[in-house]
């Protein structure tokens, strides 16, 4: 596997990451070691290494995203929240499939010290959920196709790498904390959903189903609403049914910012207006993310005095 990196600025390299959507790989990682916590050990090690090797594959993923719409013809130069490496900065397609190998690659080899560390069962795990983030965009029929692209990444890059986290800290399972867990999970697979919502209409053209496509636009937007405040009305259930301290309520704290986010949907129908929607939606997860770690945290910490 040959890499030629030609001479560019940092920022394109930057941009093909999608930092927008990186959020989606640390955020989990800090939320199951949070959660770690009432197990009373958490291995700063394997957190860190559980992190890097999140965001890897989730990098990986956005590279084979940017590679096979290049290669099918979806992306162009006028195209909006693409990384824009291939048809804007003449990096070399097969530049980019190769890195998405090697982090892939590199994430694997993090994750077979990690198993050594804790159990064998995460390396099965862990390569179905590699296997799902080249799936995404390769294949006969790419996830990001059809209508289930918001289920796959919110369930592969919420609860799964959540109880990950957790596992590989404590060596057990938490069906509470996996219930928990199911809000952020929520709040990904919106980010998804909003990118659709973004790209109705190129996706469209191109026969792509996504779940936007088959709603339409104005219904696409109400269903994001409706899952923003199934998260929130989730964890006030989570806490009713005392799966987490109350102070995880403190997620309450960024529903402005999902009111911002349909708000900033409406009435929109160019992609280019719809980015700020977009940017507010990964917002969202990263603070309810955060703050649902910190809630987590504070409970723990509650408990022992």
């Given at each position: 596997?040959?890499?030629?990196?030609?001479?560019?600025?940092?920022?394109?390299?930057?941009?093909?990451?999608?930092?927008?959507?990186?959020?989606?790989?640390?955020?989990?990682?800090?939320?199951?070691?949070?959660?770690?916590?009432?197990?009373?050990?958490?291995?700063?090690?394997?957190?860190?290494?559980?992190?890097?090797?999140?965001?890897?594959?989730?990098?990986?993923?956005?590279?084979?995203?940017?590679?096979?719409?290049y290669i099918r013809g979806l992306d162009t130069k006028d195209s909006v929240g693409i990384g824009g490496t291939i048809v804007r900065d003449g990096i070399k397609p097969n530049t980019i499939r190769?890195?998405?190998?090697?982090?892939?690659?590199?994430?694997?080899?993090?994750?077979?010290?990690?198993?050594?560390?804790?159990?064998?069962?995460?390396?099965?795990?862990?390569?179905?959920?590699?296997?799902?983030?080249?799936?995404?965009?390769?294949?006969?029929?790419?996830?990001?196709?059809?209508p289930f692209g918001e289920l796959f990444s919110g369930l592969f890059m919420g609860p799964v790498i959540i109880m990950i986290t957790y596992y590989i800290q404590t060596e057990s399972f938490s069906?509470?904390?996996?219930?928990?867990?199911?809000?952020?999970?929520?709040?990904?697979?919106?980010?998804?959903?909003?990118?659709?919502?973004?790209?109705?209409?190129?996706?469209?053209?191109?026969?792509?189903?996504?779940l936007a496509i088959l709603l339409g636009r104005p219904k696409a937007i109400s269903v994001l609403a409706f899952i923003f405040a199934a998260a929130f009305i989730w964890m006030v259930i989570a806490?009713?049914?005392?799966?987490?301290?109350?102070?995880?309520?403190?997620?309450?704290?960024?529903?402005?910012?999902?009111?911002?986010?349909?708000?900033?949907?409406?009435?929109?129908?160019?992609?280019?207006?719809?980015?700020?929607?977009?940017?507010?939606?990964?917002?969202?997860?990263?603070?309810?993310?955060?703050?649902?770690?910190?809630?987590?945290?504070?409970?723990?910490?509650?408990?022992?005095?």
């Amino acid at each position: 596997m040959q890499i030629e990196l030609q001479t560019s600025t940092p920022n394109v390299w930057w941009r093909l990451l999608r930092p927008h959507t990186l959020t989606a790989s640390f955020v989990p990682v800090f939320t199951g070691t949070a959660m770690a916590l009432f197990d009373h050990q958490v291995h700063v090690g394997l957190f860190l290494l559980m992190l890097i090797a999140s965001i890897l594959i989730q990098s990986a993923t956005n590279m084979f995203n940017e590679y096979y719409d290049y290669i099918r013809g979806l992306d162009t130069k006028d195209s909006v929240g693409i990384g824009g490496t291939i048809v804007r900065d003449g990096i070399k397609p097969n530049t980019i499939r190769n890195l998405a190998i090697l982090f892939n690659l590199i994430s694997v080899a993090i994750g077979v010290y990690i198993c050594m560390e804790s159990s064998w069962w995460i390396a099965v795990i862990g390569l179905v959920s590699i296997l799902v983030s080249f799936l995404y965009s390769a294949g006969p029929i790419p996830i990001s196709n059809t209508p289930f692209g918001e289920l796959f990444s919110g369930l592969f890059m919420g609860p799964v790498i959540i109880m990950i986290t957790y596992y590989i800290q404590t060596e057990s399972f938490s069906w509470h904390f996996f219930y928990v867990s199911l809000s952020v999970g929520l709040l990904i697979g919106a980010i998804n959903l909003s990118n659709n919502i973004r790209d109705l209409d190129g996706d469209k053209e191109h026969g792509r189903k996504t779940l936007a496509i088959l709603l339409g636009r104005p219904k696409a937007i109400s269903v994001l609403a409706f899952i923003f405040a199934a998260a929130f009305i989730w964890m006030v259930i989570a806490v009713l049914l005392q799966w987490v301290s109350p102070w995880a309520l403190v997620v309450f704290l960024c529903v402005p910012k999902a009111i911002q986010a349909v708000k900033q949907f409406r009435g929109k129908n160019i992609a280019i207006e719809m980015m700020p929607a977009m940017k507010s939606t990964a917002q969202l997860n990263t603070f309810f993310g955060f703050l649902l770690t910190l809630g987590i945290i504070i409970g723990y910490w509650t408990n022992l005095s």
